[in-house]
């Protein structure tokens, strides 16, 4: 923007200094807003800026004297100056400003609670204009999926009269606990650039749903560990009646690794020299003990085919090792 024709006086008009830049304007809300001074770096950071470039916001501002620094060196710290006459008129404007988006976010609470059905999770999208709109905030409402639709054409109805208000415009959002789930939703959830509104934080959502998963992921491999064992079990006691089985379990494996895949032979290689070395009796314990190296080659387990499919299926029916045996004894 080309600077205007006409100067302006420093003295009658000094608001064009204080706020002649958002750098300024950010600084200043939070210098506002506390009565405790901050170092360059802690106020860099609450206005979201980067650590050099206040530097010459904090010179401008110093020079219209709405701020000052207070101690020396290295240790200075940044504060409002109480001094100045439009200092007072400052700390009220921000905390308007501040108190405006405190109630509005009261009022949508209260909206929130009187619709037919409860949001799982109802939360305002604070990240950066520009995202989905410059001149509405998203409200994102999460329910099931038979309740969605309805809940979320009560809230577009009930809004005009906040939006008035306010003279803030609100962009619903609906979504199913799915959606939200999603990887590439978009949705800034985690960043802490949202304002809960009503029902379960959307982080501590995705929480509970990525430890479900883990829980069903450990239950999954329990389960498959505990059926792998029972087949180990079932094989160890038909290799202890007759140990001859060890030989055509070794033939067998060393015929799968000529048509296996890179992954697989390395694997029945190992396989193959267990079986080449150990006698039957720690072939036998090796099969059932609780080892890394045990639990991992149980999941391949290439002597499968010692067992028939009427013993597989008994054994893999299986809840003890006394039905583990007893199938293998049929």
């Known amino acids: 923007m080309r600077p205007p024709k006409q100067g302006h006086s420093h003295i009658l008009q000094p608001l064009n200094d204080v706020f002649g830049t958002e750098a300024k304007v950010r600084l200043l809300r939070v210098l506002a807003l506390h009565t405790n001074p901050f170092t360059a770096g802690e106020l860099a950071k609450r ?5 050099t470039s206040i530097y010459p916001a904090l010179g401008a501002l110093e020079c219209a004297g709405v701020i000052e620094f207070v101690g020396v060196g290295s240790q200075r710290l940044v504060q409002l100056r109480d001094r100045h006459p439009l200092s007072r008129v400052l700390r009220e404007l921000f905390r308007a400003e501040s108190h405006r988006f405190e109630a509005f976010t009261i009022a949508l609470r209260d909206l929130i609670s009187r619709l037919p059905y409860h949001a799982i999770s109802a939360w305002i999208d604070e990240s950066a204009p520009g995202v989905r709109s410059v001149d509405s905030l998203s409200l994102h409402v999460v329910a099931r999926p038979e309740e969605l639709q309805t809940l979320t054409d009560a809230l577009n109805a009930s809004l005009a009269e906040v939006e008035r208000e306010y003279d803030i415009h609100v962009a619903v959002h609906g979504l199913t606990r799915s959606e939200l789930e999603t990887p590439d939703n978009g949705l800034p959830v985690t960043r802490g650039t949202w304002t809960l509104i009503g029902g379960v934080p959307p982080a501590s959502l995705l929480e509970q749903s990525r430890s479900k998963r883990r829980a069903s992921t450990l239950s ?10 029972r087949l180990a079990l079932a094989i160890a006691a038909k ?15 060393k015929h799968r690794a000529r048509k296996a895949g890179p992954g697989e032979r390395r694997e029945l290689a190992e396989w193959v020299r267990i079986l080449e070395t150990m006698p039957p009796a720690r072939l036998r314990r090796f099969l059932l003990e609780d080892s890394e190296r045990a639990i991992r080659l149980r999941q391949s387990m290439p002597a499968l085919n010692l067992l028939s499919p009427e013993e597989r299926d008994a054994v893999v029916a299986s809840r ?10 049929r």
């Open 47 to 51: 206005a979201a800026l980067g650590r």
């Open 220 to 229: 999954s491999h329990d389960d498959h560990d505990a059926r792998s064992r």
């Open 239 to 253: 290799i202890k009646r007759d140990p001859g089985l060890i030989a055509v379990a070794e033939d067998r494996v």
């Open 320 to 329: 003890t090792d006394a039905d583990v045996l007893a199938a293998i004894e």
